[in-house]
């Protein structure tokens, strides 16, 4: 299983970017899909979570300005990021909880994708 995110770039104070992610290989089906984030020197933070129902969660730094949704069908997240701030700027991951059968399932991550916000 593998995990490829796309979507990063450079954006002025104020812009937009909307990352995806497209899981592929041996897939049964997918539980949770998350956003993270990790800045130079910092933790990786949780930006947001989607449950495979729908239901949604994110970080108190995004909430109103992130939205995350996904497409089952395609074995993919979004990451839509309005009024972006310069402290917005890290590496950006998805990560899903991906059930290989009936009876085995893994975290995976993908490789990250940088989001720079200029001032």
């Known amino acids: 299983v593998q995990l490829q995110a796309s979507g990063g770039g450079l954006v002025q104070a104020g812009g937009s970017l909307r990352l995806s992610c497209v899981a592929s290989?041996?897939?049964?089906?997918?539980?949770?899909m998350a956003w993270y984030r990790q800045a130079p020197g910092k933790q990786r933070e949780l930006v947001a979570t989607?449950?495979?129902?729908?239901?949604?969660n994110y970080g108190d730094s995004v909430k109103g300005r992130f939205t995350i949704s996904r497409d089952n069908a395609k074995n993919a997240v979004y990451l839509q990021m309005n009024s972006l701030k310069p402290e917005d700027t890290a590496v950006y991951y998805c990560?899903?909880?991906?059930?290989?059968?009936?009876?085995?399932?893994?975290?995976?991550w993908g490789q990250g994708t940088q989001v720079t916000v200029s001032s």
């Open positions: 989607i449950s495979n129902s729908g239901i949604t």
């Open positions: 990560n899903a909880y991906v059930n290989r059968d009936r009876w085995s399932g893994s975290f995976y």
């Open positions: 290989g041996r897939i049964f089906s997918i539980n949770d």
